[in-house]
């Protein structure tokens, strides 16, 4: 059995998809064509023109071959074990670049990623990884991971998000969300393994009442379960329980860098599981339109000191979503999810997430949250009154905060020995204090930080460092006494180090 | 001699010694300690009943589409 390969320009990608929908597959004509025309011709409206392609037939796909043991060799029709794999490229390419070792480091500059074709008409995108740098539009910063892979031969590397179609009968949307959080968390961190579907089926076993194949789709009770199985610490929430504060708390989540399976709904027919995993790049005008924090709780104090909060995670902005039903890296707002949908889709609300947190972190963030604003408002050093300050809160890893504190050069050099050298968990929460002009230019002049793993939000027990308003706040170590010092603290770059910028 | 590079306990001790370290344990910071404490005493009950709604919520919808 040989593996043809075939090189052209996307611009030619049409005729290249349909030879090999017909040619591999044994798909007629017709549907070869309506069927790049559905799913294959959306991705590739949305790469650069200069794009190359090479596609390799007879490829071993992990997942579909795990599908087809499990279910396709089963059924009646002969559906082939192999798949078809397109590989991308940033310019042009030609087989002998392949061969020649001097040309190795420039196509590897040129790698974008791939899609696998499965034999499974008509859902035929099966795995894939797109680099953003590939798109025509990348004014985005999302969550991803390094990939490694081959090509004709040669190994290459790709950072981007895994993304999948549906083929509806081993995985539905459910399936495919958890398949891609897991790809995605199994790249990045050795704490995790990669996923099959037939995994998600074995874990789930204990708690179907049915059979689980042909799939039917997940609970998010199921899907959280089988988070939690496979080493996450998940947490699910509601629009209905979190009300105006679910927006901004799904919003932190993704600024914290962490992929979330969000949920939708129309209340009748349709449910759908799909991942927030970025957002937008966040445009001035945002910022400038944002609206004061209202907070019952804390809002009589606010005015009585006429105190105005901004929370980052309440500007305007659209998110970056990684969807079955559609291509790579698709952008829709909170409030119009499924935007981009037939019109049937439209009434679709977001309903719930389910955020995969490091078991550790027992500190989530609606409690972080408030106990920043109690500590900054009715705490022992409140910020003085008719003050206005802009909020971002986000999780991040230690290792990764001070790491970046360590090269931050417009850190206040006290503030970072005194972060550096403290004893920190392995993930943090980080509440940074700036102004609406000084975030931006992506600055800070304040911040906060807490200990994650302190599920007690009493007399401040998850308080590390804080440090605002000339005032450093820490625990003096000897009488365990929360003391104020003085401390001049310049304007500071903000962390940005959770989710990966794109543009070019 | 082993020399310890570390800056903490010289960056607190100037503190100190400029007299700019206060303690906050005076009845005024200690009433603020307590009031914030009983705001988020409110916080941890509404967040209790919030994430075991979302809980029973979350059984009720199959994700299929």
């Given at each position: ?22 040619d ?24 650069k ?18 599908s ?21 490229f ?50 985005f ?12 031969g ?17 995985i ?26 037939s995994?998600?089926t ?23 379960y ?101 291509p ?24 719930h ?26 705490g ?24 970046e504190?360590s ?16 004893a ?13 002009e ?10 906060i930080?807490?200990d ?53 | ?8 306990e010289?960056?607190?001790?100037k ?10 344990n ?40």
């Open positions: 059995m040989n593996i043809n390969i075939y090189i052209t320009s996307i611009k030619k990608g049409k005729n290249l998809i349909k030879f090999l929908l017909m591999e597959f044994n798909i007629n004509e017709v549907n070869s064509k309506n069927l790049f025309k559905q799913y294959v011709k959306p991705s590739f409206d949305n790469f023109d200069e794009t190359y392609i090479l596609a390799e037939t007879e490829y071993v796909d992990k997942v579909y071959r795990d087809y043991y499990h279910y396709y060799s089963s059924k009646l029709p002969n559906y082939k074990r192999n798949c078809i794999r397109l590989s991308f940033e310019g042009k390419i030609s087989d002998t670049d392949f061969r020649d070792k001097n040309k190795y480091k420039k196509l590897q500059q040129k790698y974008r990623g791939f899609i696998v074709l499965r034999p499974t008409d008509p859902f035929i995108i099966g795995r894939s990884i797109i680099s953003p740098l590939l798109l025509k539009n990348n004014n910063t999302v969550c991803v991971s390094k990939f490694h892979t081959t090509v004709y040669l190994k290459f590397t790709v950072k981007g998000f895994p993304h999948s179609s549906q083929d509806t009968e081993t539905s949307c459910a399936e495919t969300s958890l398949w891609a959080i897991m790809e995605y968390f199994s790249n990045k961190y050795s704490d995790y393994q990669p996923l099959l579907p995994k998600i074995n874990t789930l076993r204990q708690m179907s009442s049915e059979r689980q194949i042909p799939s039917k789709g997940l609970s998010i009770s199921e899907m959280s089988a988070l939690k199985e496979f080493g996450f610490g998940a947490r699910i929430y509601s629009k209905r329980e979190y009300g105006k504060e679910f927006e901004s708390l799904l919003s932190c989540y993704v600024e914290s860098g962490i992929p979330i399976i969000v949920t939708v709904d129309d209340e009748e027919n349709i449910a759908h599981a799909l991942l927030a995993i970025g957002h937008i790049k966040v445009e001035n005008s945002k910022i400038d339109a944002m609206w004061p924090h209202t907070n019952s709780s804390i809002e009589h104090i606010l005015q009585s000191k006429n105190i105005k909060i901004y929370d980052f995670d309440t500007i305007n902005k659209d998110f970056i979503f990684i969807d079955d039903n559609q790579s890296y698709q952008r829709a707002s909170l409030n119009e999810p499924t935007i981009h949908y037939s019109a049937e889709w439209h009434k679709c609300k977001i309903t997430f389910i955020v995969p947190l490091y078991t550790k972190i027992y500190l989530e963030a609606y409690e972080a949250k408030n106990y920043i604003l109690e500590f900054l408002t009715t022992p050093e409140p910020l003085i009154d008719n003050s206005t300050v802009l909020l971002r809160t986000f999780l991040a890893s230690s290792r990764s905060f001070k790491h504190i090269k931050n050069e417009t850190m206040q050099d006290d503030l970072k020995s005194l972060i550096i050298e403290s920190m968990p392995k993930f943090i929460w980080i509440t940074e204090i700036s102004t609406k000084l975030m931006k230019n992506k600055m800070a002049n304040g911040l930080i807490l994650a793993t302190q599920k007690i939000i009493y007399s401040n027990k998850p308080l590390i460092i804080a440090a605002y308003q000339e005032k450093l706040i820490l625990f003096d170590e000897k009488s365990g006494i929360l003391q104020s010092n003085v401390l001049t603290l310049p304007r500071f770059q903000i962390f940005e180090h959770n989710l990966n910028n794109f543009e070019i | 001699m082993i020399k310890k590079v570390s800056k903490t010289a960056i607190k001790a503190m100190a010694r400029e007299g700019k370290v206060t303690s906050l005076s009845p005024r910071h200690i009433s603020a300690i307590a009031s914030m404490n009983k705001q988020l005493e409110t916080v941890r009950r509404e967040y209790q009943t919030k994430d075991r709604n979302s809980q029973i919520e979350a059984n009720k919808v199959i994700l299929t589409a």
